[in-house]
Nanobody
Framework: QVQLVESGGGLAQAGGSLRLSCAVS????????MGWFRQAPGKEREFVAA????????YYTDSVKGRFTISRGNAKNTVYLQMNSLNLEDTAVYYC????????????????WGQGTQVTVSS
């Protein structure tokens, strides 16, 4: 049974940074693209970033380009989201997600979800 477990969420000040991690177990990690989604209060869940199986290609929603970086450590079965220059609009529950293709993740097609981790940005 596949498990995706996020960590690293918390409280940050505007302009600050946080790093999220997602540890994956129960499957062959390198066979899957990985991604991050987020859901703010009262809003729909939205795509944030994705990375292909090798880490050679990354994709971002426009609002986080230049501020967030997705990466993966295949030896550790872990995907990361480095979030810099945080602003109030980044406050949300962040979810780790996987699928066989990164373009599927960009289109919101997800095979497995993590349980989510809260990120709160304060002024």
């Amino acid at each position: 049974q596949v498990q995706l477990v996020e960590s690293g969420g918390g409280l940050a000040q505007a302009g600050g940074s946080l790093r999220l991690s997602c540890a994956v177990s129960g499957r062959t990690f390198v066979n899957y693209a990985m991604g991050w989604f987020r859901q703010a209060p009262g809003k729909e869940r939205e795509f944030v970033a994705a990375i292909n199986w090798s880490g050679s290609s990354t994709y971002y929603t426009d609002s986080v380009k230049g501020r967030f970086t997705i990466s993966r450590g295949n030896a550790k079965n872990t995907v990361y989201l480095q979030m810099n220059s945080l602003n109030l609009e980044d406050t949300a529950v962040y979810y780790c997600a996987s699928n066989t293709r990164s373009d599927s993740l960009q289109n919101g097609v997800v095979g497995s979800w993590g349980q989510g981790t809260q990120v709160t940005v304060s002024s």
